[in-house]
């Protein structure tokens, strides 16, 4: 992470504490990942010490949830579902205590893809937003094509979810068999693309933009590019400042400090 980004952990722990020694906070319900490591990395450079709080139901019971919060100096929410995050936020413990992306603890919208396409559509950024619908069943899906809502091939995946897990592209109603499960799941069109990156934002400003290679062979109709990508810096000055652009449009819709936004390139009309 750049140096000149750390401006806004600093800022914002230096309310309740001054100098070194302080200790952040990551909420993120989920497995650690490389971004929290790179995180703690950079923290530990500058003295801060970094702690990653787990949070599920039964640590909430336990109250280790609020212990380990109260030991933070601040508290940085890196990913948390919509009705986690409301739940976390009206917390006591958290009173006076510094948020960093308060979006994400506050908005349900910031962490909820289906209220994401539907903030993202309704505002200015509407032409980069996608029809997105949640989805019950196969058969609630199958009314929406046949209705004309949505045509063939589509997306189907979580409405919380990270690492392109669970997600099913679906060519034909017979392929909607394959999906398994119907939990807060969304549907949206699959964008065959070839090209996809992802834009850093901190603190309202692109801190960088890695671009996501396809694996080699991959076929851009029936595969997405996520996981398994190759990822490089992207070197186009002028497609950079568009891509960065839209990104900290985003992340202000959002009210994100700390973001990573994915965009992609369609592959026939080369929209963003």
């Not at 380990?68 to 936020?89: I, N």
């Not at 006591?92 to 396409?117: C, E, H, R, W, Y």
């Amino acid at each position: 992470m750049p140096a000149a980004c750390w401006h806004i952990f600093y800022g914002r722990m230096r309310e309740v504490k001054k100098g070194e020694g302080m200790k952040l906070a990551i909420i993120y319900p989920d497995q650690e990942g490389w971004t929290v490591d790179r995180f703690r990395e950079s923290a530990e450079e500058r003295g801060i010490e970094v702690q990653t709080i787990a949070v599920t139901d039964e640590l909430i019971a336990r109250q280790d949830v609020d212990r380990r919060v109260s030991e933070a100096d601040a508290v940085l929410w890196k990913f948390a579902d919509a009705t986690l995050a409301g739940f976390l936020a009206s917390y006591p413990i958290m009173k006076n205590k510094p948020f960093i992306n308060t979006g994400v603890a506050l908005m349900p919208s910031a962490t909820d893809k289906f209220l994401q396409q539907q903030l993202l559509v309704r505002s200015s950024l509407r032409e980069y937003a996608l029809p997105t619908y949640r989805v019950y069943n196969r058969e609630h899906t199958q009314s929406l094509i046949e209705d004309g809502e949505m045509s063939y091939p589509i997306v189907i995946k979580p409405a919380w979810g990270t690492n392109a897990q669970n997600v099913h592209i679906i060519a034909s109603s017979d392929e909607l068999k394959k999906v398994d499960t119907w939990h807060s799941q969304i549907a949206e069109p699959f964008i065959s693309s070839t090209e996809e990156w992802r834009v850093f934002v901190i603190g309202g400003v692109v801190a960088g933009i890695m671009k996501k290679h396809r694996r080699e062979g991959a076929n851009p109709d029936t595969t997405i590019i996520g996981g398994g990508a190759r990822n490089v810096a992207e070197e186009d000055g002028h497609l950079s400042g568009r891509l960065a652009d839209i990104a900290e449009r985003v992340a202000s819709l959002f009210h994100l400090e700390y973001a990573g936004i994915d965009i992609v390139r369609e592959r026939s009309t080369q929209k963003l």
